[in-house]
């Protein structure tokens, strides 16, 4: 298996997806008599655990671009080519 298979098989935001969507359909599926209070507070719960895997995945995306961007060159337009540099 090549690296970039490996690094896409090991991203853990799709369990925060999981995570939420069973925290926002159990409630309803199990507990039918579950107050209206609770219902809210699972909602939010799950929403937060959402926005926490939105937050995970872009952290991943930006990490694997990253690592895949290719390096600049050495001794072209970076500061330490300058004349000023070596002040």
């Known amino acids: 298996m090549s690296e970039t298979n ?10 925060y997806f999981v995570g939420a969507t069973f925290i926002l359909t159990v409630p309803n599926l199990m507990f039918h008599d579950l107050a209206w209070w609770a219902r809210i507070g699972f ?6 655990v959402m926005i926490a895997g939105f937050a995970q995945w872009r952290r991943e995306l930006t990490q694997n671009r990253r690592s895949t961007d290719p390096q600049e060159p ?7 080519s300058s004349p000023r540099a070596s002040e």
């Open 74 to 80: 050495d001794g072209g337009d970076g500061p330490e």
């Open 43 to 48: 909602m939010l719960l799950g929403f937060g």
């Open 6 to 15: 490996e690094r896409d098989q090991t991203s853990s935001a799709v369990w």
